[in-house]
């Protein structure tokens, strides 16, 4: 496929995909749910981390698990009483269990009391410099897992590039903070991080299209594959190239290849 047809391609899809009806059957409907700017954050952090499975098992899961915060997310981590959190014993989503859900709740509370929040702790060792939100990441990971006697299995649950993953959920939860449009699906909350810093998040839909469009070389799905995957998309648009997250998520799950595409 040529430059142009591809642009044209991803342009088209970009522009199906990001529209308010896709917010309903997706995670990003949980943080919609909200108007405060820190409930939208701790909404959307927890939707992101909690999607993995069907869509519609982890909304309902997202669900459950806010109910259980009287659907008030910044309230209830700032505020809770010891007896608050006996209601969390039960709650689980596939490996994410009530000692995750715990130790989220009590990381959360000290970033909001000590780091400026969510936005502050993902931007706190980014520099406008840096072409990525890789440093950030690293050092968001670092600060969120910096109360004492942590519990080493929750750890899995927070992404990091220092050990080449893709960071898929953290680079969707950043791609819904950061990214501003006029289509009502993203948030662009967050100020600190440019959307020319974001990484696109590689889930099996944008891997399969991805190297079906010749934009990455990469066997598996890493974070050096979700850099080269961005790296290409830059080419079609070098401020904004997560943006073309919709095209190819929407690419793969219409199975637009199936049958193959031409040279």
Known sequence: MQHEELFELLEYKYQQFN??????????????????????EIAGFFAAILAWGQRKTIINKCTELFELMDNS???FI???????LKHFQNFKHRTFNDTDTLYFIEALKSIYNNHNGLEGAFSKK??????????????FKDI?????????????????????????RINMYLRWMVRK??????????????????????????????????LTTLEKPNWKMAEQITEN???FDCEDPVKYDFALFGLGIEKY?????SS
């Open 19 to 40: 529209q308010p009806g896709f917010i309903e059957s997706d995670p990003i409907t949980i943080p919609h749910r909200f108007r405060r700017k820190e409930d939208i």
């Open 73 to 75: 997310p910044y309230e």
């Open 78 to 84: 700032l505020n809770h009483r010891d007896e608050d």
């Open 126 to 139: 980014l520099s406008s410099n840096d072409d990525s939100v890789k440093n950030a990441l690293i050092s």
């Open 144 to 168: 969120f897992f910096n109360l004492p006697d942590f519990p080493e299995r929750t750890q899995k649950h927070i992404s990091s590039p220092a050990r080449n993953s893709a960071c898929k």
């Open 181 to 214: 449009d006029d289509k009502g699906v993203d948030f662009g909350l967050w100020e600190g991080i440019k959307p020319s810093q974001l990484i696109c998040p590689c889930d099996v839909h944008v891997e399969r299209t991805a190297k079906l469009l010749g």
């Open 233 to 235: 998309l830059k080419a």
């Open 257 to 261: 290849f199936e049958s193959g595409i």
